[in-house]
């Protein structure tokens, strides 16, 4: 069995995804993801890989774009402003349908923001972010083990669906120290090759071609059909999501990543004072868990969605419990983190007790 | 009686016809470059990376593998797949409002880092497959559809000399400037590219050929005229010469 160690989220991302068989880091700096791109460019060359400091953002997604065409496992990380800067090559590679790995560390905006936790990029991250009609599969963990294994899976799932898997997280994910059991190393003769499309010399073969384009619009909509066609798929097969303390539950915390974290405490919290709560937690943002969150909802008292935004995944949240019940939100925006305390607070104040 | 093929398609031009307007000399570019892919027998090794413009459907034309990169981006991409696969042979075939204006930041940092990758450039001066526009390397004095009184230096800068800004980065291997408007110039030119791409295939760097080209659709006359043009209005402005040849003569 694997022994456990103690490590920061961002430098677990990176092991795990070494371990996953990833070879090629393209990364450009920016706070509060850093930690990634140095242990990346420290790692990957003990390993035989390829770390590269850009130019831009920009350019590092182009340069996924790239290392994705010729079939190979690549990984960027970034944060909010770089996110953005990203959305154009991200569109380009979800219309070429190219597997490709993005760690999203978001923090405060809009704008410069600042440097602090948030979850501002949930609508960018699950509503397509860039133009033209796509998804994207969005994961998001909420410790640092779960940060791990999402990297592996998101690896296998790019490479399943042919696809850019966003891990979505946050500074207190990618700051925090806990400790983690790292998957054995992946054997890379064994990962996919894409031989059927990969850009990898027309050797033997006819000349393979990807591109995010075709002038004619008849070929174009086939081309978005085939992208739908494969979303449906994933809506039908990769929801994910934890349930905590729902069994009995009067009342549900929604909550993703680090508030999906720091809402189980206010259950323990609610709990010792009579208020029968549970949390619903979705792992994948998308696709979102929208029919079994319906299912839960039903008879529930209140559902309480906490974020740390203006109440993005509030959108979804509504779209899954319909009228089934009551539903309020509290969040904290500008990179603030909010306690237990103040949750359970404002939850009482909605109950009125 | 028995025939002797003594010209044929490059094995690296695909069959589909060229889309560019009569007497644009993209398809002369793209014919060289063809030509010494086969020579150099990497076809099989080969991807290209195509920009946004008129030479967008290049990746259907080279009988290679095949990209489209975002506008500019075509350094990048190939960086990625060269990162990926050292043992492929990446080239680049970009314009010059995607190479010297939105692509400026990626040419530069590509060339910098001694990228192995190829880049052939096409100065026509001109945005040619949105309608005329003026480019960075459009001339003082050229009317374009946004320089209707012809390019000034006070409101649009000047015509951008992408060569010799290439030139101060160290991981260049070869840089070349040439021209396509006589056959001999041909000659010169594909002389040039397949250094860029031995440039490459030796491992020494970063590979550029800039070739002036014409685009007798968007300057408003007919092709000979355009062939007379680029020699009187564009040489002077764009001299041509090897800014840095690393390759040698040996090949």
């Given at each position: 069995?694997?022994?456990?160690?103690?490590?920061?989220?961002?430098?677990?991302?990176?092991?795990?995804?070494?371990?996953?068989?990833?070879?090629?880091?393209?990364?450009?700096?920016?706070?509060?993801?850093?930690?990634?791109?140095?242990?990346m460019?420290?790692?990957?060359?003990?390993?035989?890989?390829?770390?590269?400091?850009?130019?831009?953002?920009?350019?590092?997604?182009?340069?996924v774009?790239?290392?994705?065409?010729?079939?190979?496992?690549?990984?960027?990380s970034?944060s909010?402003?770089?996110?953005?800067?990203?959305?154009?090559?991200?569109?380009?590679?979800?219309?070429?349908q190219?597997?490709?790995?993005?760690?999203?560390?978001?923090?405060?905006?809009?704008?410069?923001?600042?440097?602090?936790?948030s979850?501002?990029?949930?609508?960018?991250?699950?509503?397509g972010?860039?133009?033209?009609d796509?998804?994207?599969?969005?994961?998001?963990?909420?410790?640092?083990?779960?940060?791990?294994?999402?990297?592996?899976?998101?690896?296998?799932?790019?490479?399943?669906y042919?696809?850019?898997?966003?891990?979505?997280?946050?500074?207190?994910?990618?700051?925090?120290?806990?400790?983690?059991?790292?998957?054995?190393?992946?054997?890379?003769?064994?990962?996919?090759k894409?031989?059927?499309?990969?850009?990898?010399?027309?050797?033997?073969?006819?000349?393979?071609?990807?591109?995010?384009?075709?002038?004619?619009?008849?070929?174009?909509?086939?081309?978005?059909?085939?992208?739908?066609e494969?979303?449906?798929?994933?809506?039908?097969?990769?929801?994910?999501?934890?349930?905590?303390?729902?069994?009995?539950?009067?009342?549900?915390?929604?909550?993703?990543?680090?508030?999906?974290?720091?809402?189980?405490?206010?259950v323990?919290?609610?709990?010792?004072?009579?208020?029968?709560?549970?949390?619903?937690?979705?792992?994948?943002?998308?696709?979102?868990?929208?029919?079994?969150?319906?299912?839960?909802?039903?008879?529930?008292?209140?559902?309480?969605?906490?974020?740390?935004?203006?109440?993005?995944m509030?959108?979804?949240?509504?779209?899954?419990?319909?009228?089934?019940?009551?539903?309020?939100?509290?969040?904290?925006?500008?990179?603030?983190?909010?306690?237990?305390?103040?949750?359970?607070?404002?939850?009482?104040?909605?109950?009125?007790? | 009686?028995?025939?002797?093929?003594i010209?044929?398609?490059?094995?690296?031009?695909?069959?589909?016809?060229?889309?560019?307007?009569?007497?644009?000399?993209?398809?002369?570019?793209?014919?060289?470059?063809?030509?010494?892919?086969?020579?150099?027998?990497?076809?099989?090794?080969?991807?290209?990376?195509?920009?946004?413009?008129?030479?967008?459907?290049?990746?259907?034309?080279?009988?290679?593998d095949?990209?489209?990169?975002?506008?500019?981006?075509?350094?990048?991409?190939?960086?990625?797949m060269?990162r990926?696969?050292?043992?492929?042979?990446?080239?680049?075939?970009?314009?010059?409002?995607?190479?010297?204006?939105?692509?400026?930041?990626?040419?530069?940092?590509?060339?910098?880092?001694?990228?192995?990758?190829?880049?052939?450039f096409?100065?026509?001066?001109?945005?040619?497959?949105?309608?005329?526009?003026?480019?960075?390397?459009?001339?003082?004095?050229?009317?374009?559809?946004?320089?209707?009184?012809?390019?000034?230096?006070?409101?649009?800068?000047?015509?951008?000399?992408?060569?010799?800004?290439?030139?101060?980065?160290?991981?260049?291997?070869?840089?070349?400037?040439?021209?396509v408007?006589?056959?001999?110039?041909?000659?010169?030119?594909?002389?040039?590219?397949?250094?860029?791409?031995?440039?490459?295939?030796?491992?020494?760097?970063?590979?550029?050929?800039?070739?002036?080209s014409?685009?007798p659709t968007?300057?408003?006359?007919?092709?000979?005229?355009?062939?007379?043009?680029?020699?009187?209005?564009?040489?002077?402005?764009?001299?041509?010469?090897?800014?840095?040849d690393?390759?040698?003569?040996?090949?």
């Open positions: 069995m694997a022994e456990r160690v103690l490590v920061k989220g961002t430098e677990a991302i990176g092991e795990a995804a070494i371990r996953a068989g990833c070879r090629l880091f393209f990364g450009y700096p920016i706070t509060p993801q850093n930690e990634l791109p140095e242990y460019s420290k790692r990957m060359p003990e390993v035989g890989g390829t770390f590269l400091q850009t130019e831009s953002e920009v350019a590092t997604i182009n340069m774009y790239g290392a994705a065409c010729t079939g190979t496992r690549v990984m960027t970034t909010s402003p770089g996110f953005s800067l990203m959305q154009e090559g991200i569109s380009y590679m979800a219309c070429a190219l597997p490709a790995v993005l760690v999203n560390v978001v923090r405060g905006g809009p704008g410069l923001g600042d440097i602090q936790p979850q501002g990029d949930y609508w960018q991250a699950t509503k972010g860039g133009h033209g796509y998804k994207l599969i969005v994961l998001a963990p909420s410790t640092v083990q779960e940060a791990v294994d999402l990297t592996v899976l998101a690896f296998d799932l790019a490479d399943k042919r696809t850019p898997v966003v891990i979505i997280a946050d500074g207190v994910i990618g700051q925090m120290m806990e400790p983690v059991t790292f998957p054995e190393f992946r054997n890379l003769n064994t990962l996919p894409h031989d059927d499309w990969a850009l990898t010399g027309a050797n033997g073969r006819e000349k393979h071609i990807v591109v995010s384009f075709d002038i004619d619009p008849h070929v174009l909509e086939k081309m978005n059909l085939e992208i739908v494969k979303l449906r798929k994933i809506e039908a097969n990769e929801k994910r999501w934890e349930e905590y303390k729902l069994e009995d539950a009067e009342i549900v915390i929604t909550a993703f990543g680090t508030v999906g974290r720091i809402a189980k405490s206010v323990e919290q609610a709990r010792k004072e009579g208020i029968k709560a549970g949390l619903f937690r979705p792992i994948t943002l998308w696709p979102f868990p929208y029919e079994r969150l319906e299912e839960i909802s039903k008879g529930k008292k209140l559902i309480l969605d906490v974020e740390m935004n203006m109440g993005q509030l959108e979804d949240v509504k779209l899954a419990v319909k009228d089934h019940a009551r539903i309020e939100f509290y969040g904290r925006m500008g990179g603030v983190v909010p306690t237990p305390d103040e949750i359970f607070e404002a939850l009482k104040k909605f109950l009125n007790v | 009686m028995a025939f002797q093929v010209l044929k398609r490059p094995e690296s031009l695909t069959q589909r016809e060229f889309t560019y307007c009569p007497g644009c000399t993209h398809g002369i570019i793209h014919r060289i470059i063809a030509e010494v892919i086969d020579e150099l027998g990497i076809r099989e090794k080969t991807i290209a990376v195509a920009p946004i413009g008129c030479s967008v459907f290049a990746y259907q034309f080279f009988n290679t095949a990209t489209v990169a975002a506008h500019g981006r075509a350094p990048a991409v190939a960086t990625g060269k990926a696969r050292p043992d492929l042979y990446v080239f680049t075939y970009q314009g010059d409002g995607d190479l010297a204006a939105i692509g400026t930041a990626e040419i530069v940092h590509a060339a910098n880092r001694g990228e192995k990758i190829t880049t052939i096409v100065n026509n001066a001109i945005y040619g497959m949105t309608g005329g526009q003026m480019a960075p390397t459009t001339l003082l004095g050229m009317k374009t559809t946004t320089t209707p009184y012809g390019r000034k230096a006070d409101n649009d800068g000047y015509p951008l000399h992408v060569a010799e800004i290439i030139k101060e980065a160290r991981g260049v291997a070869f840089l070349a400037r040439t021209k408007n006589t056959p001999q110039d041909v000659q010169k030119t594909k002389k040039a590219i397949k250094k860029a791409f031995l440039a490459q295939i030796k491992g020494l760097g970063f590979g550029m050929v800039e070739v002036l014409t685009c968007n300057w408003g006359i007919d092709p000979v005229s355009a062939l007379k043009w680029l020699e009187e209005h564009m040489v002077p402005e764009y001299p041509l010469g090897v800014f840095v690393k390759v040698g003569d040996e090949q």
